[in-house]
């Protein structure tokens, strides 16, 4: 393992221009779990009512400091799935650089592995200054605070090297440079399935058995949320690449564009190759949806309580947890755009020598521009528009039960959700346009 780090090490001082791209983007997102775990640290280290400066009193309670904890806990799944994310496009753009380790006897794991800990200093990089900024901003932190402080600065470089070996084992590298995931065209497998299941059985029996034992007291709470939006998170992952295939297949047969005929083919050939953030993209549609429509509502009730002189605290305490929540699912949207643009970027190094060949048989540069946003946009928007509906149902659900003060109103901002994540995600895709010059070019046959 040592001498696995320190290749790693020597491998990452070596990089040239066209990869510090990518140390950057990992170095970001290893701030951003830095700052959120520190953050967490910081709150939990509080007990008791304390008044702080900020927040307008909503960090005051131990009860709503949990609350906000868990609310961070959740904002760092998608800076992992991002870091992982960025580690395998690292490991696809460096193929002919792994694939030389492959000749001088390195073992397939241990390609994997060397690649993965090329994180570590990057995340180092990102965590470092996080962890310097954040640190002098909290004043006189406790002892148990500080050794939090340095569990979060040493575990993030850990953290993502441990991510990123988890993105990678289905990426191998080859001695003579070919690059190829295992098990590409099939979907998820029976340990996938068994847990999805047994989400959907724990969530049943949380929601039915109050209503058939009285001494069952266990209500609705953190657990129960959590589980919601993992098995929401799971089947959206299924039915994104399951929708992805079956659309492949049916536009293969009736295109009669070339563009849409390249991307019904590279749906129906691997479905599952984005399924990932998509799916992702889905579940911030749907939270994003419901979240502007509750606001909405949310908002008319508190203006009418205060009205009627009935609110229990000041009206900056709702408005500030509003827009920290707002704030959060901003946050969590831009990383999964990121993901998907880092995701396309990965996609055409991937497929860069068939990309060449493509261009090499005659087919113009602009069909395959347009082919690449067609992969995106053909699967995204019959499913964003469901999520949209999904939306729909929960701020409507939202406005039938908060009818005390107000008639409810109609939430129609919410219909604008849908339409700006959707055009928010072609235009990530957008950016990785101008890298698909670089892979079509002649050089890269090659390789092949």
Same mark, same amino acid.
């Not at 990089?125 to 002892?143: D, E, K, R, Y």
């Not at 953190?222 to 992952?237: E, H, K, M, R």
């Given at each position: ?32 779990? !830095? ?50 994310? %960025? ?8 193929? #002919? ?12 794991? *241990? @390609?994997?592995?060397? =690649? ?6 990057? %995340? ?6 996080? !962890? ?5 901003? &909290? ?6 605070? &500080? ?10 470089? @850990? ?25 590409? !065209? ?10 999805? &299941? ?47 295939? *079956? ?38 549609? @749907? @939270? ?7 606001? *909405? ?27 920290? /929540? ?5 946050? =969590? ?6 993901? +998907? ?26 069909? +395959?521009?347009?082919?690449? +946003?067609?992969? /995106? $946009? ?20 939202? $406005? ?23 055009? %928010?995600? +072609?235009?990530?895709?957008? /950016? ?5 010059? #670089? ?10």
């Amino acid at each position: 393992m040592r001498a696995d780090l320190r290749l790693a090490w020597l491998l990452t001082r070596g990089s040239d221009r066209r990869e510090w791209w990518r140390i950057g983007l990992t170095a970001l997102g290893a701030a951003m779990a !830095t700052g959120i775990g520190l953050a967490i640290v910081s709150l939990a280290s509080l007990d008791g009512y304390y008044s702080v400066s900020v927040g307008s009193g909503l960090l005051d309670s131990d009860s709503d400091r949990r609350g906000v904890i868990f609310a961070l806990g959740l904002l760092l799944i998608p800076v992992l799935g991002f870091l992982g994310q %960025c580690a395998r496009i690292g490991a696809v753009h460096r193929d #002919r650089r792994l694939a030389a380790l492959r000749l001088a006897g390195a073992a397939p794991g *241990q @390609v994997r592995r060397i =690649a993965a800990l090329e994180s570590g200093p990057a %995340c180092l990089a990102g965590s470092a200054p996080a !962890t310097a900024a954040f640190v002098p901003l &909290w004043s006189h932190p406790t002892a148990l605070a &500080w050794a939090g402080f340095a569990l979060v600065a040493a575990a993030v470089p @850990v953290l993502g090297a441990a991510v990123s070996a988890l993105s990678l084992r289905r990426v191998v590298a080859s001695p003579l440079g070919w690059v190829r995931r295992v098990r590409a !065209t099939r979907g998820p497998g029976r340990l996938f399935k068994s847990v999805t &299941w047994l989400l959907a059985a724990t969530l049943l029996f949380i929601v039915v058995a109050p209503v058939f034992s009285d001494s069952f007291t266990f209500g609705p709470g953190p657990l129960t949320l959590i589980v919601l939006i993992l098995l929401v998170s799971f089947t959206a992952l299924w039915l994104s690449g399951s929708s992805s295939r *079956q659309l492949g297949k049916g536009l293969a047969a009736r295109a009669r564009r070339p563009e849409v005929l390249i991307a019904a083919e590279r749906l129906r050939e691997d479905p599952w190759a984005a399924a990932r953030t998509h799916a992702a993209v889905l579940l911030v549609t @749907v @939270v994003g949806s419901g979240f502007v429509g509750i606001r *909405q509502v949310l908002l008319a009730d508190l203006h009418a309580i205060r009205r009627e002189g009935h609110l229990a605290a000041d009206m900056a305490y709702y408005t500030t947890g509003i827009d920290l /929540t707002a704030a959060a699912v901003l946050v =969590a949207l831009a990383l999964i755009l990121t993901s +998907l643009a880092v995701g396309a970027a990965e996609s055409l190094a991937t497929r860069r020598r068939g990309l060449a060949a493509q261009a090499a048989a005659g087919v113009p540069y602009g069909v +395959l521009a347009r082919a690449l +946003l067609l992969e /995106t $946009a053909l699967p995204l928007a019959p499913a964003v528009a469901v999520a949209g509906i999904g939306g729909l149902v929960i701020s409507a659900w939202y $406005a039938s039960v908060s009818t005390d003060y107000i008639v409810a109103p109609v939430p129609y901002g919410m219909l604008l959700v849908p339409f700006a994540v959707y055009v %928010c995600c +072609l235009l990530a895709v957008a /950016t990785s346009i101008p890298l698909l010059r #670089r892979s079509v070019r002649p050089a890269e046959l090659r390789y092949a």
